[in-house]
């Protein structure tokens, strides 16, 4: 993996990432631009998918998102951490944290 894509990596799921604690750890991301999610789903070795949401208006643009999550999130908020703001660097600690006290962690 090259820093180049780590760093591209961590500005998309800064400006339209969402990183959380579901069943595992989680890092999502949801655009209508298809290139640069298939680029990312490229380097983070995950599938992307399309949906159209009906109902919001004919010039709906289909949403593309991504799903990481398990063991791989953890490594790419790990990746990732030092090139994110603020917020989204005490979002990842509060993942760990909370991933840390649960039993069973890291079947996923």
């Known amino acids: 993996m090259e820093l180049g894509e780590i760093i591209w990596v961590a500005a998309i799921v800064e400006g339209e990432g969402t990183i959380g604690l579901y069943k595992s750890p989680t890092i999502k991301i949801n655009m209508t631009d298809e290139d640069v999610v298939a680029r990312f789903s490229s380097i983070v070795g995950s599938k992307y998918y399309k949906h159209h949401y009906p109902g919001f208006g004919k010039t709906t643009k289909?949403?593309?998102?991504?799903?990481?999550?398990?063991?791989?999130?953890?490594?790419?908020?790990?990746?990732?951490?030092?090139f994110l703001g603020e917020r989204r660097q005490q979002k990842i600690l509060e993942v760990f944290r909370e991933w840390e006290k649960r039993p069973g962690k890291g079947r996923r």
């Open 62 to 82: 289909p949403q593309y998102h991504v799903r990481i999550y398990g063991d791989r999130a953890i490594k790419w908020m790990h990746d990732i951490y030092w």
